[in-house]
């Protein structure tokens, strides 16, 4: 007894079981497949994304070479934080989704492995073989290797050289219609007023991390205190928001303007209606025309075309007027799809307002240059439309560069119809997306960090801004680039295009913007110029804005479909990073379904409640979907999020809901030569 | 509860929720810097590894009367920490000067208690062995060890940040404390010398970091006597490092469970300031 009890005092006093414990609690960790650190110097560079559209600077942090962290860069005129997408690069280097060698579409469908030299000698081949009846769509629109894209074309006889839809295209159009030679530039550092129409401008809308950098500077923190007599500060400017999804930039925006999706141009020109009885008036030799279409939008009409409430619409207005830097921004919800129409009418409100080059305004920057001899503008390349030439034009060779048409055109089903009709096709890609899983040829490039390349002036930007993004790290797959790539295969087909390779050209480009060093902006540099032209020549086009800013056409029963986009979910060229599945919150997914939104009144309309499956169907497509009550949500709209229903990529992107572009078909906007899909209509049944 | 540990440093966040978009900027950057593994299937929230959530709040109204905020939660860092005292083998505890309550996974053997007792759900329990596709091992950092399965996680603050801080301090010879005249503890470390990865990346400046007891810190300056700052269920008396500020009233009553004819209460009305 003795025994026992002091064996259980002893146990209890003693060390050895909790020892025991601990040590068995460290030793089963220790497991040979769970990865150690890997420890070294830590090194940084500077870099420029080229995965995210938004134009991120970003300095990566290296730790015995190997690149493991993307850090912001505050001393950037496009910097100061990182968006979702940009901070996950490193890490997309590993992607599963990555080609990692040439490949050739076999005999049986499948793909055979083969060397560069082999893969040029195919390209060369089938370049030469299709000559002048080769395209070419680029999905990068601010570097250089579109010269490369372009010269090439031309030097085989082609003018097909396309970009994937874009807010981009959508200004560039709009400016030459006006008969202005310029790139629309925001300059939201200096506004004090900023009306967004469509554009969302802290997620998806331009130059994202700038934006998100300038809202943080003009909107102190709320600190107010009664005990001190501490008021709370004003905002030093406004940021207003209309649309038809309370998304990131509604959600802090003051006020939100709910509005029918597609519906941003009408009321454009509503403003501008207000604006003309105000007094307003702009020296342009059609004013009169612009005038009396304006003169329709009355208030009430306005407030029936796009469902805004009038009261709110007017105190924005006088919001503008009274603003010594008003600034309206006019874009589409996600990204794509508006026409240059509403861009015309914002830029008719804009110059109403009196802010065309004016600080805090719509600035008119000179076009993006070009260094290399024969290559079109990048203005040229816009007017081409995409989306209608794809479904009808037969080339006998397609070659895509960093471009996802068949997931990010709208009726992907119809574009990949289209594709399988053209002969050959060739996708430069660093991932392998849908497009690329249809290609013959797929030629794996690197990303950003692994080449060397450059950005200039994003769409959104408030000045011309020229970087250069230096190789950081060499790449473990074997990738080139696609600029170096066809110079190559140029010159074995005899061709000139004088320069050798992808960084010649950057050099010639940088000594065209100031004389300014390779090894300097590789360095992190951004050049920036501030030279504006002026409105000489001004047009309004009261003619193309009474044709092409109409309501969306809509069956009784059908809802108005708002797509929306955030950067988390990636771009149709990455689809979604794998450590971004987590940012999706519960209900956005429930297992492999998606879900959309509505606001309870729009589904008590339709008989609906919150879990409910339900059918959206566009007449052609129809998708699937779990229906989430939002209240953040236009009436008679439902609301569906981008990036989901990947059928290629890799795991982290596959088998997650529908691409609601399934849902869209392009429509030719009148007098602009541009499609448009922002003003889509689908009927919405319970499955 | 055992007696609340007092620090001259007190590491703390404000987070402006009118400035938060909700874009997940900040998760994305926290799983990278804390070697997070990332998970094919994210959809189920209950077998996910999350330091740092962004919950998406509703003031509850209809539209068009509909706002919505986003409050990003990270470990609430509590002085008096739930957490910490049901841990039976004292793998997670506040003890340092800073008042960062310290996730010793190796010690921790899986039993869950601390996520039970933590009322933010700020704790994690790993399902999974982390994997990452292949190769993506090598972007791993290697300031954070890697976790097995069975153990318990949680946001640290990016402790290493805070080691890192003091290693460059001691490099060049400086006091990492030095005692002022009052006969605290103030840390040499500036201002901009330790921030947490989610601060660092996020471009709305909506999480501020620094130290709660130092008036020239600008987290100080937000949090101190400001009435539109409140912590959450502050009335739990748990005295987090967590401060979320908001101009919204609706947004700071879903802070605690008010009832519908209670006062919206600030922290310094509930508890004693005693940092």
Redesign the interface.
Known sequence: MKFVAGASAGIMATPVPWKLLDDVSIWTQNWSWIPRNQYGESTYAHAVSKMDPSGVPMRIRLVDGRPVRVLPVEDHPLGGGLTALSVAEVQMLYSPGRVKRPLLRAADGGFTELDWPAAAKILQEKLTEAGKNTAFISGDESSSTNEVLSAFAKGIGSDQVFFMPSEGQCASVAARLMGLEAQFGYDLEKSDYVLAIGANLLESWGTVVRNRRIFKESHPHPVRSAAKGIKEAAPMAVLAYAGSVQNNTAAVARPWLPIYPGSEGLLALGIANMLIAKGRVVDAADFDAFKALAAKFTPEEVARLTGVDPKKLEAVVEGLLKAKAPLVVVGSEFGQGAGAAPLMAAFAVNALLGNINRPGGLVLMPPAQTAMPKAEARSGMYAKDLASWIGTAKPALLVLHEANPVYALPDPESVAAALKNIPFKVSFSTFMDESAALCDLVLPIGMGIERTDDMESPYGCGGSVYCVTPAVVEAEQDVRSTANALLFVARKMGMDLGFETLMDLIKAKAQQYGKAKFDVLASGKALVDDRTVGPRGLKLRADILGKALQPAAKAKDALCLAPYAKLSMGTAKTGIPPYNNKTLRAGDLDGTAMTVLMNAATASKKGMANGDRLLLDSGRRRIAAKLRVYEGVMNDTVAVCLGFGHTALDEFSQNKGANVMELMTAAAEPGTGLSVWTGTAVAVSKA | MSAKKEFSVKWGM?I?L????????C???C???NN?A??????N?RR???WLV???L?NG????D?????LPRPCQQCAEQPCATVCP?VATERNEEGGIVSQV?????GCRYCMAACPYHARYFNWF????????????????????R??VEKCTFCHHRFMQAKDVLRTKGIDVYTRAVDGKHHCAIPENGYVTSCA??????AI?FGDLNNPAHKVY??VT????AFRLLERLGTDTAVYY???REWVRRLGDNYLPDEETQKPQQILPKKH
Request: hydrophobic share 35%; proline share 10%; net charge negative.
């Open positions: 404000a402006d009118d400035k938060c978009t909700g874009c997940g900027a998760m994305v950057a799983q990278a810097e997070l990332p998970q094919a299937d994210a959809s929230k996910v590894m999350n962004v919950y998406e509703s109204k209809a539209f068009p509909h706002e919505v905020a986003y083998v996974t190796p010690r921790c053997i062995d982390p994997i990452w596709p292949k190769g993506m091992e090598k972007a791993l950092t290697p300031d954070v060890s890697m976790r097995p069975g153990v660092e990346a996020c471009p709305n400046g501020v300056q937000l006597g400001n009435d539109n500020i908001s101009s």
